[in-house]
């Protein structure tokens, strides 16, 4: 088994992850960077695609009435007043310096011609903050944030390395300390230990969970996995964020314009279904108009009539081979389509999609997970030594968040992550990490002669998708549970690499910690909708629930009200629904 040592571990080499590595590196650590794909070039920031990938600041350029306090009260509304008040307030306030840090480091964004940053209006916001360039936002930010790492390495006072195409699987933990992790070198599937001192998980969502969602591949949950099974409480998990994604042959939000430009929206049958499902009272335009200003599905407004429509469409069978359903706006003029809808259709052409002649095929994807391992304003676990970022940490987003918050969330929770990784004192023991290794490659077993992991995970992604996403009821979150309990026995004998049968063993954990809490919120809030439950937004629930594990089995923990700031408590009666 190949060792590496280092002072700070960092794994995921997204945003957050980067950022993480810059701060802790700028600090004197010698850092080490793993990461699934090829850094620089995989994880969500870098492959996630839209008409406008946005970067939340409260800078107050485009109305100067905004700021950082306007953006936190967003947060709590839009987060159904079930984030960790401190932690939303430190993305509104944080936000902005972190943005300015990129453009200081080389970040070409959109500015207008005096010099400010181009805002715009995303959802969740009451003012126009989303910053950015279009598509690029995320590759750019990954960009500056490689370039930054390879500076001070180039130059001191500390160093990151990278190691590519490794996925690491558990942590070592003893005596509630971190000394570092262990992994699988992808490519010869073998192990490997990293000792240190210092860990921050980055490792992204658990995108493959569900069977249609728009993770780059590889984005199975690793870090909250990890962090369970040591001990760190997961929260709000049962929030995720779904929004209408093409699903073939490429991966693209559907957001902003597409819905502005009166799509015709079909099932396979070519029927015009949507108005099947808006209820009586409700504007069908109105309500597809809002998409644009509403994309991931919420229970807040009329748009989400939208999402349950096509939902249910394709979880009936009335879907595509690729399980979308159809938009077109090819009825509309071109030059309409190439002006107003410039960005998404300059990005589509190079994919070969012609938004002026052809339908395009979108489905409710899984986008963006909410919970994650609850970490404390300085982005440090339970666990001494260990730190969440990122989609990994969790409590700074609740039930929903506004548009921008997560590439906001990474820098400001990775630079956060970084410092108090660099921070860490004393050292980490070898032996630990080696003997964790030792006793988690037994668990995980020789591949067997079982199914492959490929039919478990894929079985479990399609029942997840059907049973856990936009529309929840009772029974639907216990066929997903029981999905997920299933994924877990026939994981023991799986025929698979090693890689892949740690990655079910995560996904089948990370399903019951969906199901579970989705199951006890007999409420709708934010991205969650119990179709089965008149209560929505009910006083009773301004709780979080909290995960964990006993014996190896998921226990859901319904955490005391949360205590709101004054400025915050009284907006309880703005929650829509």
């Known amino acids: 088994m190949r060792t590496k040592q280092c002072d700070v571990l960092v794994i995921g080499a997204g945003g957050a992850g980067l950022r993480a590595a810059a701060t802790a590196a700028e600090a ?7 990461n699934k794909g090829v850094p620089g070039k995989s ?4 492959t996630a ?40 307030r430190a993305i509104a306030e944080d936000g902005p310096p972190r943005f300015q840090e990129l453009e200081d480091w080389g970040a070409d964004f959109d500015k207008t011609e005096d010099g400010r940053f181009v805002q715009i209006l995303s959802d969740g916001a009451r003012y126009p903050r989303a910053c950015g360039r279009g598509a690029d936002t995320g590759p750019i930010m990954v960009e500056v944030l490689m370039d930054r790492c390879r500076e001070i390495t180039d130059t001191g006072p500390g160093s990151v390395e990278f190691l590519g195409g490794t996925m690491m699987v558990d942590l070592a933990v003893e005596d509630g300390q971190v000394h570092g992790a262990w992994g699988v070198e992808m ?40 962090a369970l099974r040591a001990g760190v409480p997961l929260v709000n998990f049962e929030f995720i964020q779904i929004g209408p994604s093409i699903v073939h042959p490429i ?19 070519g029927e015009q279904f949507i108005p099947r499902y808006i209820p009586e009272g ?20 009329a748009s989400k009539w939208v999402d349950v429509a096509v939902f249910t469409e394709i979880s009936e069978g009335r879907g595509t081979d690729h399980r979308g359903v159809y938009m077109s706006l090819a009825h509309k003029p071109d030059d309409v389509i190439e002006t107003e809808a410039h960005v998404p259709f300059e990005h589509l052409m190079k994919h070969g999609l012609d938004l002026r002649r052809e339908a395009i095929e979108f489905a409710p994807a899984i986008q963006h997970f909410n919970g994650g391992a609850r970490i404390d304003p300085q982005a440090a676990t339970c666990i001494e030594g260990l730190c969440a970022a990122g989609e990994n940490a969790g409590g700074q987003h609740g039930a929903d968040r506004p548009g ?16 108090t990784a660099a921070a860490i004192g004393h050292g980490a023991d070898a032996s630990v990490v080696t003997q964790a290794a030792e006793a988690g490659l037994d668990a995980l077993g020789a591949s067997g002669d079982g199914a492959e992991v490929e039919e478990i995970i894929g079985d479990l992604a399609w029942k997840m998708w059907k049973g856990a996403s936009v529309v929840r009821t009772k029974e639907s979150l216990e066929s997903a549970l029981s999905a997920a309990q299933d994924a877990a026995e026939r994981a023991e004998g799986a025929a698979g690499s090693l890689r892949r049968r740690a990655e079910l063993r995560n ?13 006890l919120r007999d409420e709708s809030r934010g991205t969650h909708y119990r179709a089965d439950c008149d209560a929505v937004n009910a006083h009773e629930w301004l709780r979080q629930i909290e995960l964990g594990l006993e014996n190896g089995e998921v226990v859901a923990e319904v955490q005391d009200p949360i205590e709101l700031p004054d400025e915050i408590a009284d907006l309880e009666s703005e929650l829509e629904g």
């Open 28 to 34: 004197g650590a010698q850092v080490i960077v793993t």
């Open 43 to 46: 994880g969500t920031t870098f």
């Open 49 to 88: 695609a839209s008409d406008w990938m946005a970067y939340g600041a409260a800078f107050g350029h485009a109305d100067e009435d905004d700021s950082p306090k306007e953006h936190w009260i967003d947060i709590m509304v839009k987060g159904g007043l079930l984030c960790t008040p401190e932690l939303a």
């Open 187 to 226: 490519s010869r599937d073998e192990p490997i230990a990293v000792t240190a001192p210092a860990v921050v998980l980055a490792a992204g969502g658990a995108g493959s969970l569900y069977d249609i969602n728009v993770f780059p591949a590889g984005a199975t949950g690793d870090g909250y996995a990890m």
């Open 251 to 269: 991966n693209f939000a559907l957001s902003g314009v597409f819905w502005r430009l009166d799509p015709e929206i079909t099932n396979v049958a």
């Open 282 to 301: 409700v504007d069908i335009d109105e309500a597809i108009f809002i998409k644009g200003v509403s994309y991931p599905f919420t229970i807040r407004n």
């Open 404 to 419: 921008g918050n997560a590439l906001a969330d990474s820098q400001v929770f990775g630079h956060r992550a970084g410092a």
């Open 507 to 519: 996904l089948a954990l990370l399903g019951q910690c969906v199901t579970i809490p989705a199951g």
